[in-house]
């Protein structure tokens, strides 16, 4: 991060007060990559999801679709879940959603 920093320091000194600067995409590209702690873990889909938490891939995508994995993202037509979302784990028997509001959720979809 520092070097990046920098580099864009040294640049940015270079240039006179209301000036512009062009840096090629690459570069740039190339340096945020850089600074990317390298996951050594990819993000779960939601098949290996079910499997981790003991539950069904149908179940997994609702608690997808309303919100309980923060970070959740859609990959093409593959739901994708961030390791980091299941460390939480499932929610306790007093958060679950009551039966008759999973169904009004499902209802509204219809």
């Not at 070097?3 to 640049?11: A, G, V, W």
């Not at 149908?58 to 923060?70: A, K, L, M, Y």
């Amino acid at each position: 991060m520092t070097r990046l920093l920098e580099r864009l320091r040294r640049m940015a000194e270079a240039i006179p007060p209301g000036g512009s600067v062009v840096v090629p995409r690459d570069w740039l590209q190339g340096e945020l990559e850089a600074l990317e702690p390298a996951s050594a873990e990819p993000d779960l889909t939601v098949q290996q999801a079910a499997k981790h938490l003991h539950r069904s891939e149908s179940t997994v995508r609702d608690w997808i679709e309303c919100g309980r994995f923060p970070g959740a993202y859609k990959r093409g037509r593959a739901w994708r879940v961030p390791r980091a979302t299941l460390q939480e784990g499932i929610p306790a028997a007093d958060e679950r959603v009551r039966l008759g509001a999973w169904r009004a959720v499902r209802r509204s979809r219809e």
